[in-house]
Structures are given as C-alpha cells and as structure tokens.
C-alpha cells in the first residue's frame, strides 16, 4: 500500500510525494508512510488480539478495549464526539472515523464516496490538496494521492478512483489501494466539478467560467469502462453551468447552477437531455432513487439576492410539478445553507443533507411530511453519503476529516 496513515506511536515518516506530517486520532498520533505499520491491527480480534481489543500503538499488545473506549471505539482511532459514549463498539452518538490531511487546520474537506465498506474522499483547496480512504467501521486511513489542486468530485468503481481537479481542470484517477501514481485521464481547459461513476462508465461535469456563467465549454463528459478515451462532446451544455451530478442506470443527472437554474437528465446511450425542473435559484447537490431526483437549492451569500435555500423533489417520470420537501421557513434557525444530499432506497424512507450555514446534518421523510430532524450539529459538514446503516460526512473545516453517526 502506498501512502498509508498507520495509527502507531508518534509516527512521522517522510516520503517522496509530500511532506512528512501526523495529525492527532483519538489518543494516537497518524502519520504517513510507505508500506505496512507497525500497528499489530486496527479492530478487535485481528494479529492474535481477542474479539473487543485491538493492538493501536505498534507494541506487540492488545491493551485498547475497542468495545468500550470512546478514542478507540469499534477500530483504532474511531473517535466518539461529544457527548457519544462507546457500547459494544459503536459511539452512542456521532463518530469521527478520520482526521484531515495534511493538518486538521488544513484539510478543508469536500466529497466523499462509499465504496466495498471503504469510505473515499477529496480535500483542499489549493495545490496541496489529497483524496484519501479510511474503512467504514475506521481504522488505517490511505493516502491515494497528494498534491492535487483543490480535488472536488468524487467517484469509484472496480476499475478505480475518479476525480475532479477545480483549479487544475483535469479528471483523475487512481487504482482502489494506490499502489500506482495517480493519473489524469482528460485535460480541460475548465473547470472541472461533478464526477459520477458505475462499472460501465464515468462522467464528469465542466463550466466554462464561475457559477452562473454558461459558454461554449461546459458539458457533461463520458468515458467508458475500463479503457474507453474521454468524450467530451457526449452532451454539450453551452446555455448551462453544470454542477454536481448523479446516475441511475439510464439517465446521468445534473444541476444547472444558476440564479434561475434547471435541473436536468442526459440520457447515457444517447447524449438526449430532458429538463425535470426549472426556474430553481442555484441548485448544488443531486441524488436519486427509483421514482424521484432530489436536489438542494443553495444561494450563497455572494448570488443569493432574494432567492431562498430549499431541498427539493421532481418525478423522474416528469409528471406533476417539482415539491418543496424543505425550506427555512419550516426551521426555527437563521441563515440555513443546505448542501450536499443524500437519498435511501425506501419508498417511506428519508432525504439527507448537510447545511453548512447552521451547521447540521438533517434528515427529513421523502414525502415532505413531518419536520426535520437533527442528526448532528456543529463543525462544517459538506459531503455526505450512506452506508451500512450510518449516515457518512466529510468536514469542510476543523479537523477536515470523515464523521458517521447511525441512522
């Protein structure tokens, strides 16, 4: 494994790509380096520890509780926040599988990806920024590739990892254990943003300038698994600012980041666009599941004018009018911001988000019914995803690493 975050005593082992640095990690320190730790295991009942402790200093014994330490709690370094508690392995509230690289004051964390019980992510905002993994239940967090210039989008199949460079306007990707040199797979001229992948193909989106500005360079790119070249002419957005997107097995979707947006849906065999929704004040996140596609209305303070935040639902069937599921007059806080979203599979089942203007991690029934709930509250949740019975976020700010909670 090729640059690996070990849990282990004060580790902090220099290599090639990027400078040595450790980050705290419950009570451990985390470093980076090549090949295996010293570490003797990162759960309970592995390298000849019982089941409930685990060996996270490197010293040959088996002298942490994963069953009941809050710093340790289910894998080494798995952090329970306060006010959590660890009771059979899992915080009683949310948990922090992972801290940021390169520093906590530094990470600045994106987009996030679950993958075969593996949690990958983008962070950074400038020329140093990395995407990294850590597994689901935390443990050893790898190290897929530093020096990325602000990675953004994030998505992984069996074939790899694939992401967006912003500032450097490239797709990238990696292989799953990053025993190889990341490599890019198409060079734009602008930004890149969204990525969205399955075992058959990959897409990506691209603005020809800022949020709202459409012009001859903005499209939703394809390339086709495993070796297809990049088509960047599979469906052209010139009237558009394309932003975050999302697939289903027929249609790739995306949002039209713009002050009277649209939120749209490009047939993969064809390249054949249909709009679903229009006239929403710069929509940023999307999601689906069988029957609906979810996003979240979010003006920022430098384009809000008077348009309002919301999360939003339209028919994939493009039956009916789009349905506001939420909006800030049904909070009780000031300044709500929602971001990134996520949808589970259950017909009576929840859409979640992440609100960075609070900041909170909310939930609410697909059908608009009820109010909202609060999962978590405090840091800068960004990217989000579900997993395995856990509602998973990264952290913008802070320590800029990946939280969970149970749902």
Same mark, same amino acid.
């Given at each position: 494994m090729?640059? %690996? ?15 040595? *640095?450790?980050? @705290?990690?419950?009570?451990?320190? /985390?470093g ?10 990162? +759960? ?7 089941d409930g402790?685990?060996?996270? =200093?490197?010293?040959g014994?088996?002298?942490?509780s994963?069953?009941?330490?809050? @710093?340790? *709690? ?15 392995? +899992?915080?009683?509230?949310a948990?922090?599988?992972a ?5 906590p =004051? ?11 019980d593996? /949690?990958? #992510? ?5 020329a ?11 443990g ?6 530093a ?7 994030? %998505? /992984?199949?069996r074939?790899?990892? !694939?992401?967006?460079n912003?500032?450097a ?7 799953? $254990? ?7 797979? !198409? ?9 969205a992948?399955?075992?058959? $193909?990959?897409f990506?989106?691209?603005?020809s300038g ?6 001859e360079?903005?499209?939703i ?7 297809? #070249? ?5 469906h052209?957005?010139?009237?558009a ?6 697939? =289903?097995? $027929?249609?790739?979707? #995306?949002?039209d ?14 390249g054949q666009t ?7 004040? !710069? ?11 979810? #996003?979240?209305?979010?003006?920022? +303070? ?5 348009? $309002?935040?919301?999360?939003m ?11 506001a599921?939420?909006r800030?007059? =049904? ?5 709500p911001?929602p971001?990134?979203?996520a ?6 089942g929840f ?5 960075q ?7 609410k ?9 609060? @999962? ?8 989000? %995803?579900?997993?395995?019975? !856990?509602v998973?976020? /990264? ?11 149970? @749902?």
């Amino acid at each position: 494994m090729r640059h %690996a975050f070990q849990v282990g005593l004060m580790l902090s082992v220099a290599v090639a790509t990027a400078p040595a *640095c450790t980050s @705290l990690l419950g009570d451990f320190a /985390v470093g980076e380096g090549d090949g295996a730790s010293s570490s003797s295991g990162s +759960s309970g009942g592995s390298s000849g520890c019982a089941d409930g402790l685990a060996d996270c =200093d490197g010293d040959g014994k088996c002298e942490r509780s994963v069953d009941a330490d809050p @710093l340790n *709690c289910g894998a080494c370094g798995a952090m329970c926040l306060d006010p959590g508690t660890c009771r059979n392995g +899992s915080c009683t509230g949310a948990t922090e599988i992972a801290r940021g690289y390169p520093t906590p =004051d530094d990470a600045n964390g994106k987009h996030l990806f679950i993958y075969e019980d593996e /949690v990958y #992510w983008t962070a950074g905002e400038g020329a140093n920024g990395s995407v990294q993994k850590v597994p689901a239940r935390g443990g050893p967090v790898t190290l897929l590739a530093a020096g990325q210039n602000a990675p953004y989008g994030i %998505a /992984v199949n069996r074939h790899g990892v !694939f992401w967006a460079n912003l500032n450097a306007k490239n797709i990238m990707s990696v292989d799953r $254990e990053g025993e190889e040199d990341p490599k890019e797979i !198409f060079d734009s001229s602008f930004a890149t943003l969204g990525v969205a992948a399955d075992d058959l $193909e990959v897409f990506w989106s691209q603005r020809s300038g800022g949020i709202g500005v459409a012009g001859e360079g903005s499209l939703i790119g394809k390339i086709e698994m495993p070796d297809g #070249w990049p088509d960047d002419r599979f469906h052209e957005a010139r009237d558009a600012s394309p932003h975050l997107i999302a697939l =289903d097995e $027929e249609f790739v979707y #995306w949002v039209d980041r713009n002050a009277r947006g649209t939120v749209n849906r490009t047939r993969r065999g064809t390249g054949q666009t249909d709009r679903l929704a229009g006239n929403q004040p !710069f929509p940023y996140a999307i999601a689906v599941d069988d029957a609906f596609v979810y #996003w979240t209305n979010s003006p920022r +303070s430098g384009n809000a004018g008077e348009a $309002e935040a919301a999360v939003m639902r339209a028919r994939k069937d493009r039956s009916g009018e789009p349905q506001a599921l939420w909006r800030p007059a =049904d909070d009780d806080v000031a300044h709500p911001s929602p971001d990134c979203i996520a949808v589970d599979d259950a017909p009576d089942g929840f859409v979640y988000w992440t609100d960075q203007g609070t900041p909170r991690v909310l939930r609410k029934r697909k059908d608009g019914s009820g109010r909202q709930q609060v @999962l978590h509250e405090g840091g800068s949740p960004r990217g989000i %995803a579900l997993h395995g019975g !856990f509602v998973f976020w /990264v952290e913008e700010q802070g320590s800029g690493g990946v939280r969970k909670r149970p @749902l």
